[in-house]
């Protein structure tokens, strides 16, 4: 089982940055596809950007150019660099491990997907 613990939400104002971070525990040396998925007002939780096994990461249209998902293999955390925010990316940001990822840059959670507990961005104007 693999327990995963984000950080680094906060509030701040919009064209600021934040990095989000992801601790992964448990049966942490299982090397899966992880991904950022983010919970926005109104809105079902959605995919922001992905890295799969071979370190290739993909991003939704929304949030390319702005965001950067990188992780730390010896460290087992996942991060999450926010630059340039905007006051759309307020949501609540969800670390997920075990995603799955197709050719051709298909990449969504299913039911083996794990998460963490989420961790709260506000951007304000």
């Known amino acids: 089982q693999v327990m995963l613990v984000e950080s680094g939400g906060a509030s701040v104002q919009a064209g600021g940055s934040l990095k989000l971070s992801c601790k992964v525990s448990?049966?942490?040396?299982?090397?899966?596809?992880m991904a950022w998925f983010r919970r926005t007002t109104g809105q079902a939780r959605a995919g922001v950007g992905i890295?799969?096994?071979?370190?290739?990461?993909r991003y939704t249209d929304s949030v390319k150019g702005r965001f950067t998902v990188s992780k730390d293999s010896a460290k087992n955390i996942l991060y999450l660099q926010m630059n340039s925010l905007k006051p759309e990316d307020t949501g609540t940001y969800y670390c997920?491990?075990?995603?799955?990822?197709?050719?051709?840059?298909?990449?969504?959670?299913?039911?083996?997907?794990?998460w963490g507990q989420g961790t709260l961005v506000t951007v304000s104007s």
């Open positions: 890295v799969d096994r071979d370190g290739n990461t």
């Open positions: 997920a491990a075990k995603v799955v990822c197709r050719p051709g840059g298909v990449w969504y959670a299913d039911a083996l997907t794990q």
């Open positions: 448990g049966a942490a040396n299982v090397v899966t596809s």
